[in-house]
């Protein structure tokens, strides 16, 4: 009788594609990089003013909504004031052909902000957020072109959102007034 063995090797590549990205995950979470989702926000009701887009204003209720923020019409429910300053999305030619032909754009999104307390007082400074993406033009195919650049501004869009978002958390909360009462030292 023929005894038979069954090996269970794992491929060189297996193990160290497996164990690099458990190591590399492992790194970049102790310098505190995390995937991106919610945003741990120290404001619950913010009030957004300016001149912003709908499409801008529906990715921050949605952003706003999935990270438990309401979005309040009235600055005296406000924890927050973000003001939009502007929004602006723009192409640039990038490069020509021989002939004088345009091969190339860039794509421009900028968003300038800024956010104060419902007294006033400047928590960030009028501060801008610059996107920008380069993209092939072809000549033959403009209107596809054309749904490619609405593509990359929905997505330039969307991660200035995110960045938005990252950087309204790093905003500390002012301390609230006290009241009379707990600004008395108490007896012992």
Do not use: H
């Amino acid at each position: 009788m023929k005894k038979t063995t069954t090996s269970y090797s794992i491929g060189r590549r297996q193990l160290l594609g497996g164990g690099l990205s458990i190591l590399a995950m492992g790194a970049l979470s102790a310098c505190g990089w995390r995937l991106r989702g919610m945003v741990d926000l120290p404001y619950k009701n913010i009030l957004i003013s300016g001149n912003l887009t709908q499409e801008l204003r529906d990715d921050l209720d949605m952003m706003f909504r999935v990270n438990g923020v309401k979005i309040v019409k009235n600055v005296k429910e406000s924890e927050l004031v973000l003001e939009i300053i502007s929004e602006q999305n723009a192409r640039q030619i990038l490069s020509y052909n021989g002939a004088g032909q345009i091969t190339a754009y860039r794509i421009i999104s900028r968003l300038v902000f800024r956010a104060f307390d419902p007294n006033g007082i400047e928590l960030m400074p009028e501060s801008d957020i610059y996107l920008t993406r380069d993209i092939d033009f072809n000549q033959s195919n403009v209107q596809a072109f054309d749904q490619q650049v609405l593509e990359f501004v929905k997505t330039m869009r969307i991660d200035i959102v995110n960045q938005l978002m990252r950087r309204l958390a790093s905003i500390k909360k002012l301390p609230t007034q006290k009241t009379p009462s707990e600004s008395q030292p108490k007896s012992r």
